[in-house]
């Protein structure tokens, strides 16, 4: 299994419009720094599966025809941005898109839907296959319904994790029992005196690492705050939790 990131911002990336600070100037010259919405590309071999779909100019990187399903993990409009113009392409079978069921989330997608296949929703601790690639969905914590993935092959195991603030207890129970070698976890801000009602801070991003226990944890839906707290801070992380960037690929 491969994946490889395609943004791992937060919804208003980097660099922030209008900010000054000292990362966002920086990314502005540095096109090594920016962010874009967190999405990635996950290939097993067999097939080629989208996570979330945020980036306004997904479907450039993404030939329709290499394309066999998309998971979202939720409506947001920073997960599902790339998922408009990409619907009116042109291709010979739709491309399934599996996520909760949100009746409520981007309508238009839904009742314009092109080349996609909303039809079939998923609920947390379900379990569907997509060719040699097991997918069981975890409950998160977020603002509107939202999904983790948890993806396995024959010899991979891996978790992503955006958006949440924290974990339900039976997702934690969930993940200490599936053991996933590599976790991409929604750390999306610097250390906040109270817990952010959506998004992990870069404690309770830890304390998450710490409880699950996987071989690595990388740390994406980044802020631009938190890249400015983690220049400051260079050694705050442990040796197996790193911060992903865009078009890092992970092989496992």
């Keep these: 299994m491969q994946l490889a990131f395609l943004g791992t911002g937060n919804c208003a990336g980097i660099p922030v419009y209008g900010c000054d600070c000292q990362v966002c100037s920086d990314s502005r010259n540095n096109p090594e720094l920016k962010r874009g919405s967190l999405c990635a590309r996950i290939n097993t071999g067999g097939q080629t599966i989208l996570i979330d779909a945020g980036i ?4 450039e990187i993404c030939p329709a025809d ?33 996520g909760p069921d949100d009746p ?33 969905t975890v409950a998160l914590n977020h603002s509107r319904p939202s999904l983790g993935f948890c993806l396995s092959t024959a010899d991979a195991r891996l978790a992503w994790l955006a ?33 952010h009602q959506s998004h992990n801070d870069i404690n309770a991003a830890l304390a998450i690492h710490e409880n699950v226990g996987p071989y ?24 197996n939790v790193h911060v992903a960037r865009d078009f890092m690929t992970l092989s496992l």
């Excluded at 306004?56 to 479907?59: F, K, N």
Aim: aromatic share 10%.
């Design 163 to 195: 958006d949440t603030s924290g974990l339900p207890t039976e997702t934690v129970q969930f993940l200490q029992s599936f053991q996933p070698e590599i976790i991409i976890l929604d750390c999306t801000f610097p250390p906040l005196e109270q817990a």
């Design 216 to 239: 690595q944890t990388y740390l994406a839906h980044i802020d631009h705050t938190l890249d400015l707290w983690l220049r400051k801070n260079p050694d705050a992380l442990p040796e």
């Design 66 to 98: 290499q394309i066999d399903a998309i998971l979202l993990s939720h409506y947001h409009i920073d997960h599902v941005m790339g998922l408009f113009p990409m619907r009116w392409g042109v291709r010979d079978e739709q491309i399934a898109v599996l």
């Design 104 to 136: 409520d989330g981007c309508a238009d997608l839904h009742k314009h839907n092109g080349i996609f296949d909303f039809s079939r929703t998923l609920q947390p601790f379900e379990t569907v296959r997509i060719a040699d690639l097991e997918v069981t």
């Design 56 to 59: 306004p100019y997904l479907g």
